[in-house]
């Protein structure tokens, strides 16, 4: 018995090669071998384990993984049980935590959320996506460029009105998922001079932006 797998073809004791298929949330597994004579030992992966008791946790990778179980007779005749294990690759395309500098998402970030938006003044010129994958095995993009997990992005221009910000999650299987912010940037709101010349006039007071009469 190997805890929670199921074993093809089913076990019997004259079938010693077997497969099993687990999902990449299925870390480990244990084997309980029962010997058919009690004279018998048996190991596990090279490890001795008493007839009917589970074996000391296997570690298991994604991809196949060779469980050996070898049962020794009294007179030393050995018999070899073969058990591969395949765990599937994660399917999770998953942020934990998304950043934009200086921006508050709406509505806050969660994980399961993709879609946002965001308002931001005309004084603010970019801004930079920080995003943490849930599975360290995913990768992640931000508009097409390559980011690391739980680093910031390049600065992204941001001009007047919406801009759309992407951020795509890939997980190891190659699942996709998509998170979109738009962030809309207001029109100025400055409509001062920078300079006023009259000319062959001197005015009084000097020029300056936020003095409106003069003489």
Request: hydrophobic share 35%; proline share 7%; glycine share 8%.
């Amino acid at each position: 018995v190997l805890s929670g797998i199921t074993l093809t073809p089913p076990f019997a004791g004259g079938t010693t090669n077997y497969t099993a298929s687990v999902s990449n949330t299925t870390a480990s597994a244990t084997v309980t071998p029962t010997v058919h004579d009690a004279t018998a030992t048996v190991t596990v992966n090279g490890t001795t384990v008493a007839s009917g008791n589970p074996s000391a946790s296997i570690p298991l990778s994604v991809g196949p993984n060779t469980i050996t179980t070898i049962v020794t007779a009294q007179d030393g005749t050995p018999n070899t049980y073969t058990v591969v294990v395949t765990r599937a690759q994660s399917s999770d395309a998953t942020l934990s935590n998304m950043v934009l500098s200086g921006i508050t998402l709406t509505p806050p970030f969660a994980s399961g959320t993709t879609n946002y938006t965001a308002s931001v003044s005309n004084t603010t010129a970019s801004t930079t996506v920080t995003p943490t994958v849930h599975d360290a095995t995913a990768a992640v993009t931000v508009n097409g460029t390559p980011v690391a997990s739980g680093n910031a992005s390049a600065a992204i221009p941001l001009s007047v009105g919406p801009n759309t910000i992407t951020t795509v999650v890939t997980a190891q299987d190659g699942t996709p998922n998509t998170y979109t912010v738009i962030v809309t940037k207001a029109g100025s709101s400055d409509a001062t001079l920078s300079a006023m010349v009259l000319s062959g006039i001197t005015l009084t007071p000097s020029f300056a932006g936020g003095t409106n009469n003069y003489t």
